[in-house]
């Protein structure tokens, strides 16, 4: 089975981009990978032949001042989670700083792998998907892992349980009411939608990940 990759991208991540699509060709089989951004951009990496370099606005336009908390990553989360170019049902989303330093299947024994990190407990993510989608927490695991492995059908058919007919009404749900301590997260959403509706699609992995950077928590603690 085949799947295409999807890499969203802005201006802070340019140091990254040479490395991240490096680790891909050398560690995935994949079909195409489709790297989306605020603003053109040239790349070397298009003599492969692979790399596909679109607009954000082009996959999902929408005026970002109706998010009332964090705009631009909330944006970001539903260009991940609802994807929809590409030929292939299903798309890894990769964070544009994530390096692949191994081979990594994505299929075993015939299912999908939904990789996961350590657990975070972040409740924001747990009301948010309670109050606007009634979606409980089926999972005693996280959901994120800076990866997915997204399924446009699955992806639709969630809209569906929401009553919505595309991402933007989607969006629009919940929008004006995202505040700090309730948040939309596209991996806490996914896995648990899946694993509530479709309990034996997926397999769940936990990866091994070694984090550096800023935290964007607020300095809070999240557990209860």
Not at 5 to 26: G, R, S, T
């Amino acid at each position: 089975m085949t799947y295409d990759i999807f890499i969203p991208y802005a201006e802070k991540d340019q140091v990254n981009l040479d490395i991240v699509l490096e680790k891909i060709f050398k560690n995935l089989s994949f079909n195409e990978i489709y790297v989306c951004s605020p603003n053109k951009i040239k790349h070397k990496f298009t003599s492969y032949g692979k790399v596909n370099f679109l607009l954000d606005g082009d996959v999902f336009p929408y005026d970002r001042s109706k998010i009332s908390f964090r705009p631009n990553w909330t944006y970001q989360q539903i260009l991940k989670m609802f994807f929809n170019k590409g030929s292939e049902d299903y798309y890894l989303s990769v964070d544009a700083d994530v390096f692949f330093l191994k081979p990594m299947d994505w299929f075993e024994e015939g299912k999908p792998i939904w990789r996961y990190g350590e657990d975070q407990m972040h409740s924001p993510y747990f009301l948010c998907n309670q109050q606007f989608f009634g979606l409980r927490r089926s999972l005693e695991h996280t959901g994120i892992g800076d990866i997915g492995f997204f399924n446009k059908k699955i992806c639709n058919n969630f809209l569906e349980y929401c009553n919505v007919e595309n991402p933007e009404k989607f969006l629009n749900l919940f929008a004006s009411r995202i505040t700090p301590y309730c948040q939309f997260s596209e991996f806490e959403t996914y896995a648990n939608y899946v694993n509530e509706f479709y309990p034996d699609m997926y397999k769940f992995k936990r990866v091994n990940f070694r984090k550096e950077g800023r935290r964007l928590d607020f300095g809070q603690c999240w557990k209860p």
